[in-house]
């Protein structure tokens, strides 16, 4: 069965650091793609990252909001990918969702990390 | 940046009627279409890709069609567990954005 699970979210003040991490099993990790979207409360989806394969050296891609702030990364070897946040502000708050892209689409999705932003 | 405009943003239907949601693209978008669905608190689902393909174990109650800036989402024969919000995603390139999402709800 296909599972990813976020973690590290909480609750972070305006101008600190944050990391999320993916954690996937069921799939192999290094055959996909991985894409990172996120939530505002009560609000819809937006694509913040997108990390490619070792195939193509792991290049990612970053909505305008988030680049040179954010970060992705990953590790085959654990099935991981990392998303990580700095210099947050209020407009970061939301839940964050890890989610495998195949094709040109997202799969399979997480529950989701919840971030809070706030002083 | 495509711009995807999604409507309408709720609905209020009855069990076993039929719902049809729209999106329209700010340009030419080919078939680089999906749609989602997301329950209250859970992570969103792929139900259709490339504007009319059903994804693996959706029920064929749901159906996509469109090409180039206009798609449609239809929902036959509502099910009481259809009550979610609704959201269309392009594809084709970035940054990929989202509709604005339509909330259907079960009369």
């Known amino acids: 069965e296909v599972q990813l699970v976020e973690s590290g979210g909480g609750l972070v003040e305006p101008g600190r650091s944050l990391r999320l991490s993916c954690t996937v099993s069921?799939?192999?990790?290094?055959?996909?793609?991985m894409g990172w979207f996120r939530q505002a409360p009560g609000k819809g989806l937006e694509w913040v990252a997108f990390?490619?394969?070792?195939?193509?050296?792991?290049?990612?891609e970053y909505a305008a909001s988030v680049r040179g702030r954010f970060s992705l990364s990953r590790d085959d070897s654990k099935d991981i990918t990392y998303l990580q946040m700095n210099s947050l502000t209020s407009e970061d708050t939301g839940i964050y969702y890890c989610?495998?892209?195949?094709?040109?689409?997202?799969?399979?999705w997480g529950r989701g990390s919840l971030v809070t932003v706030s002083s | 940046d495509i711009q995807v405009t999604q409507s309408p943003s709720s609905v209020s239907a009855s069990v076993g009627d039929t719902v049809t949601i729209s999106c329209r693209a700010s340009?030419?978008?080919?078939?680089?279409v999906g749609w989602y669905q997301q329950r209250p608190g859970k992570a969103p689902k792929l139900l259709i890709y490339?504007?009319?393909r059903l994804h693996s174990g959706v029920p064929s109650r749901f159906s996509g069609s469109g090409y180039g800036t206009d798609f449609s989402l239809i929902i036959s024969s509502l099910q009481p567990e259809d009550s979610a919000t609704y959201f269309c995603?392009?594809?084709?390139?970035?940054?990929?954005?989202f509709g604005q999402g339509t909330k259907v709800e079960i009369k």
């Open positions: 989610s495998r892209r195949q094709g040109r689409y997202f799969d399979f």
């Open positions: 069921g799939f192999n990790i290094a055959d996909h793609s």
């Open positions: 990390i490619r394969t070792s195939a193509y050296a792991g290049a990612s």
């Open positions: 340009q030419h978008i080919n078939d680089w």
């Open positions: 490339a504007a009319s």
């Open positions: 995603h392009q594809a084709h390139s970035y940054p990929w954005t």
